[in-house]
């Protein structure tokens, strides 16, 4: 439905996918306006960089097509249109995702896919069975790390309504983060994405052992192989969220 | 006037009564100010003086961006989707029935909200960034004089730019991804991603004389004294430019679309 919808202004939807393909251009483009002075950062070139980049909006523009709307509850929690989709006997999970499901955000995935094919061919590296093997494994996890994410900020919209925007900082932020190379950041800033929201899974730390890297934390060699289990453990985590925000859920009413 | 001061000032007071957004904003734009600001460390180390700043200085030019983000609505969002609502509904219809000019009524509406978020979402990243980092305060009382005219000429800009946008709604009925351009531009051209300055030959003189400079880099540069004496009139004269030619090309385009605005019903 929100397929046709969307496609009933061909001009603008036009331009959304187009805008949408656009906004992660720029995004890359200051990165090479920033090694069109330099050329490496934080000991990254940009071929390096660029697979950090790739990586992470690849499996960011996945979560965001399939979960971007979660963003919505605290609005439909605001203004009360939450009930419809209680008494529907389909799962709300399921109904919120596919709410406004915009398949314009599919210009983020393909940027995000183009820059790290590119990436693939520039960089530098050994190909040995386990880094082609982490390859697929790191981009599936991550979507699915960055799933949970949006999973877990829509059930704390439940109690604070309007705060949608602490969500963008882990969403959009941790995008933005990841793009960068680790050693750019303080070491502080590295354990709190690593040991407390674990977005450092999603790319940083596969991502290093691909590129043959040592991790600035100093972790032990299989942390770079554990994003899968990351990802499960807080996908449920985040399932467990969701059911207790939506079970906390009181109607606005009038 | 009274009206418009009045519709400034509801516009202002109901953006304030969002505080759990406000601070979840706060909380956003600080966030984003540490991982920017971390990256120019690193570019600034190995390129000391790059773009005409040196260390401090490009960070502060990191939390002023984050400071103004919301006020100058670097990333889009305010007006257009409502005003783009109601020309879309037909709404428009009332509002051009009204005794007030619609430019200068959004327009006030724009100004209320991006004073509240002036104070309510640019004082505190600031002062974060300002424990967190060494930055760059002018101490010239004139300086912060300038610094706060040359805001509100962005905002001025900002919001003339965006209004143009709006209107193409009379047009295009969705004007969703004409708003969303936009917002790329100006997140792009207004040094917001980079600061002009560091944009390399050809691409950096023609960002700098486009409209989206005269709504952040300007501010940011008159704040880091980049500009000085004549210098500092001739930025502010540029962004007059700027303001006065996209309000009156906003007027034109105003005027030839209520011309086709047909009302139904009766």
């Known amino acids: 439905m929100w397929v046709r919808s969307t496609m009933a202004y061909r001009a603008s939807f036009l ?18 306006l920033m090694f ?40 439909r929690v605001r203004d009360g249109t939450m009930d419809t989709l209680l008494v529907r006997p389909v799962p709300i999970l399921a109904q919120v995702a596919a709410d406004r499901f915009a398949l314009r955000r599919l210009g983020r995935i393909s940027q995000g896919l183009l820059v790290l094919v590119w ?3 520039a960089v530098d590296v050994a190909w040995t069975w386990d880094r082609v093997l982490l390859l697929p494994v790191m981009l599936l996890s991550g979507s699915a790390i960055f799933g949970a994410v949006f999973v877990a900020g829509a059930a704390f919209q439940f109690w604070a309504n309007d705060a949608a925007e602490v969500q963008n900082s882990v969403t959009y932020g941790g995008n933005t983060l ?23 899974f999603v790319n940083w730390l596969p991502a290093l052992h691909i590129l043959g890297r040592p991790d600035p934390l100093g972790l032990p060699g299989w942390v770079d192989f554990a994003s899968p289990v990351v990802a499960v453990a807080l996908c449920t985590l985040a399932g467990l969220a969701w059911r207790a925000g939506l079970r906390s859920y009181r109607s606005t009413g009038s | 006037m009274r009206l418009y001061a009045a519709v400034a000032m509801n516009s202002f007071r109901r953006y304030a009564t969002y505080r759990v957004a406000t601070a979840a904003g706060v909380f956003t734009n600080t966030v984003f100010g540490f991982i920017v600001a971390y990256t120019y460390i690193a570019l600034w180390d190995q390129r000391p003086r ?16 984050q400071a103004l983000l919301a006020a100058a609505a670097l990333m889009g969002g305010s007006f257009q989707e409502e005003l783009q609502e109601r020309i879309r509904t037909g709404d428009i219809a009332v509002d051009l029935y009204r005794p007030v000019d619609l430019q200068l009524w959004w327009l006030a509406g724009d100004l209320g909200r991006a004073g509240f978020h002036l104070v309510g979402r640019g004082v505190l990243p600031m002062v974060l960034g ?3 980092f060494d930055l760059w305060l002018p101490g010239s009382p004139l300086t912060w004089a300038a610094f706060l005219l040359s805001v509100a000429l962005g905002l001025l800009v900002g919001f003339a730019v965006r209004y143009l946008v709006a209107l193409t709604a009379f047009w295009l009925l969705d004007g969703s991804g004409v708003t969303m351009m936009s917002s790329l531009l100006c997140l792009f051209f207004s040094g917001m991603l980079l600061p002009l300055t560091v944009f390399p030959g050809l691409l950096g003189e023609i960002a700098r004389v486009l409209p989206w400079s005269a709504i952040f880099q300007v501010p940011a540069d008159v704040f880091l ?20 030619a996209l309000l009156a090309a906003g007027r034109a385009v105003q005027s030839a679309a209520t011309r086709k605005v047909v009302v139904q019903g009766g």
């Open chain 2, 50 to 65: 790059l773009g005409g700043y040196d260390m401090s200085q490009a960070l502060t030019f990191v939390w002023l961006g």
């Open chain 1, 178 to 200: 990841l793009q960068y190379p680790p050693t750019v950041f303080a070491t502080e800033l590295l354990r709190g994405v690593t040991f407390v929201v674990p977005l450092a």
């Open chain 1, 15 to 32: 331009m959304v996918t187009v805008g949408n393909f656009a906004a992660t251009v720029l995004d890359f483009a200051a990165i090479t």
């Open chain 1, 36 to 75: 069109s002075h330099v050329d490496t950062l934080g000991g990254f070139s940009l071929a390096e960089v660029a697979f950090l980049y790739g990586t992470t909006s690849t499996a960011f523009g996945v979560a965001d097509l399939v979960l971007g709307s979660m963003e919505r509850v605290g609005r």
């Open chain 2, 225 to 244: 004294q980049q500009h000085t004496g004549t210098g500092l009139l001739r930025a502010l004269a540029f962004q007059v430019f700027w303001a006065l």
């Open chain 2, 130 to 132: 300002g424990i967190a």
């Open chain 1, 119 to 121: 990436s693939l061919t």
